[in-house]
């Protein structure tokens, strides 16, 4: 089982649309979470952290169920501007350091 | 007034070739990365150093050694390049602070070896 896995997409979503994907990981020692996101040929970004109650900054919510090793984002009203590929990030302790590990990204597309 | 910068921007060379990138950040941080993403957008860790001192060496072939003369810089050096070794090559850098604080990533070398 991968460390990280999500699922690649793609995600046609119209505009104005609410789109949600999961991420699961396979460390139950994980202890932070992110989502970054990475336009086409550039580089990933910090997209927000994830709580364990679950957080929101502005469109975006994400949230953490650490039972069923998941977290997931969900996008509100989405804009074209939105188009991008999502990576879920999960932090491992190894050896006392800390280790980011990437999940392969899902592509999500917003259609006019 | 770029934060994290990395040199070239495209590498194409050929198979055997020795080449390297170099990083550099003007954020004042005490940690820098290299990652690596292939052809299916993979990105991993390959190497972490904090302060100048190798924190995390994962599992990478000991043609590529990481090089950091201070805090601010993070070169990669490859010896010997392989097909395999194409891929975009992403420079970051983060700061200090307790948990996990966010990387901050420069725009990526595209190294296609031919």
């Known amino acids: 089982r991968k460390e990280v896995e999500q699922d690649p997409g793609p995600f046609n979503v119209p505009e104005g649309a609410t789109v949600a994907f999961n991420c699961t990981y396979s460390?139950?020692?994980?202890?932070?979470f992110f989502w970054y996101r990475q336009d086409c040929r550039k580089e990933p970004k910090l997209l927000m952290s994830?709580?364990?109650s679950g957080n929101e900054d502005g469109r975006f919510t994400a949230q953490l169920n650490r039972a069923s090793q998941y977290i997931s984002l969900l996008i509100r009203d989405s804009k074209l501007s939105d188009s991008a590929t999502y990576l879920c990030?999960?932090?491992?302790?190894?050896?006392?350091?800390?280790?980011?590990?990437f999940g392969t990204g899902t592509r999500l597309t917003i259609i006019p | 007034d770029t934060a994290v910068s990395q040199t070239p921007k495209y590498l194409v060379t050929q198979m055997g070739n020795d080449k390297s990138i170099k990083c550099e950040q003007n954020?004042?941080?005490?940690?820098m990365y290299w990652y690596k993403q292939d052809s299916k957008k993979f990105l991993k860790i390959m190497f972490s150093?904090?302060?100048?001192?190798?924190?995390i060496n994962e599992t990478v072939p000991n043609r590529f050694s990481p090089k950091s003369p201070d805090k601010a810089h993070l070169n990669l050096h490859i010896n010997s390049l392989e097909l395999g070794d194409s891929a975009v090559y992403f420079c970051?850098?983060?700061?200090?602070?307790?948990?996990?604080?966010?990387?901050?990533f420069g725009n990526g070398t595209r190294l296609t070896v031919t």
């Open positions: 970051a850098s983060s700061p200090p602070g307790q948990g996990v604080p966010p990387l901050h």
């Open positions: 954020l004042g941080h005490d940690t």
């Open positions: 460390n139950s020692a994980s202890q932070s």
């Open positions: 990030v999960v932090n491992m302790r190894n050896f006392g350091n800390e280790k980011l590990t």
């Open positions: 150093y904090n302060n100048k001192e190798l924190i």
């Open positions: 994830v709580y364990s």
